[in-house]
C-alpha cells in the first residue's frame, strides 16, 4: 500500500513506502507492504522485520529454493525476503524461474507480477497479474496490485475500475482505498483523493502509512497547519519531525511542478 519514499526512507521505512518512481500505497513500489504469503496490498499488522532479520529469511529460503527450484512456494518465499532487502532484480529472476515450472500456479504469477512491478516492467507485470486469478474467482488482492500497476501506466481511470472492483469483495479494506485515494490525486482529484484517504484512515485495519498519504493530500491543497498535524500522529516525536520535514518537501516539489514525489499506490 505505500506511502512517503525519500532521502529519508532509511530512518523512516516503518511508516513510508514506494515512491512514484514509482508513484502511488504505495504503486508498487519499494517497500510495499505484505502478507505472509506475499499477497498484495494487505497491510501487515506485525512488527516491522529488521534488515538482519531478513537477511537470515533469505539465506534459509534460499538454500531451500536451490535444492528445489522448481517449488513454487520456497520460490515466493525466497522473493519476498529478497524484496524486502530491495533485491528487486534477484527476486523477479527467481520467480521467472519457477514460473516456467509452474505456469499456471496462481500465488506465484502474483508474486512474480508484484516483483515486475518492482523494477518497472508494468506491462509485463499486469499480464502475468491478469493469469493470476479469473474472472469467476477474482482475488482482491490482485485486482488493486493491477490497478496500482495501471496508476504507474498513467492509466489511472482504468485504475479506479479495478481498486472499485477490490472493494465489491472487500468494502471499506484500508489498503485498497489508500490506493484508489492516491489514484485521485495523480489524477489531479485531490477532493476526492482526500475524501477517499479519510475512509482508509478510518477503517479498521488502518496502517500509520495511510495517515502519512492523507497528510501529504492535504498539504498539497494549502492546508499546511492541518497536512502537519496528521503527519504527526502516532508516531514518536523524532519520526514524526522526519514525516513533517518529508512533507514539506514533497510540497515544495509539487509547487514546483514536479510530481507527487513519494506517494504512490502499491502493488505488494
Not at 517497500?31 to 537477511?55: F, K, L, Y
Not at 477490490?166 to 489531479?188: C, H, Q, R, T
Not at 493530500?217 to 503527519?231: F, K, M, N, P, T
Not at 519531525?241 to 518529508?246: D, E, F, G, I, T
Request: proline share 6%; hydrophobic share 40%.
Amino acid at each position: 500500500m505505500a506511502i512517503f519514499s525519500g532521502p529519508q526512507k532509511q530512518k523512516t521505512a516503518r511508516y513510508m513506502g514506494p515512491a512514484l518512481a514509482v508513484s502511488l500505497i504505495a504503486l508498487s513500489v519499494a517497500g510495499c507492504v505484505s502478507t505472509g504469503n506475499d499477497t498484495t496490498a494487505s497491510i501487515s499488522t506485525a512488527a516491522p522485520r529488521s534488515d538482519a532479520e531478513w537477511r537470515q529469511t533469505a539465506e534459509v529460503t534460499g538454500e531451500n529454493f536451490r535444492k528445489n527450484p522448481s517449488d513454487p512456494d520456497a520460490a515466493i518465499q525466497y522473493a519476498k525476503a529478497l524484496r524486502a532487502l530491495g533485491q528487486h532484480t534477484q527476486a523477479v529472476a527467481v520467480l521467472e524461474q519457477a514460473a516456467l515450472h509452474s505456469p499456471n500456479n496462481r500465488p506465484l504469477l502474483g508474486a512474480y507480477g508484484r516483483a515486475l512491478s518492482d523494477v518497472g516492467q508494468y506491462k509485463q507485470a499486469f499480464d502475468v497479474l491478469e493469469r493470476a486469478h479469473t474472472p469467476d474467482n477474482p482475488d482482491w488482492r490482485i485486482l488493486s496490485a493491477q490497478g496500482a500497476v495501471l496508476d504507474q501506466l498513467g492509466r489511472h481511470q482504468e485504475a479506479q475500475r479495478y481498486y472499485s472492483s477490490a472493494l465489491k469483495i472487500v468494502p471499506e479494506e484500508s489498503s485498497v482505498l489508500s490506493n484508489l485515494g492516491l489514484s485521485y490525486a495523480l489524477a489531479k482529484d485531490l477532493p476526492q483523493a482526500e475524501k477517499t484517504l479519510r475512509r482508509a484512515t478510518a477503517a479498521q485495519n488502518s496502517d500509520p502509512r495511510v495517515r502519512q498519504n492523507l497528510a501529504l493530500v492535504v498539504g498539497l491543497q494549502g492546508r499546511y497547519a492541518e497536512a502537519e498535524s496528521i503527519a504527526r500522529s502516532d508516531l514518536p516525536p523524532d519520526e514524526a519531525a522526519s514525516n513533517v520535514a518529508y512533507l514539506k518537501q514533497m510540497m515544495s516539489q509539487a509547487k514546483a511542478g514536479k510530481t507527487l514525489g513519494g506517494a504512490a499506490p502499491s502493488a505488494s
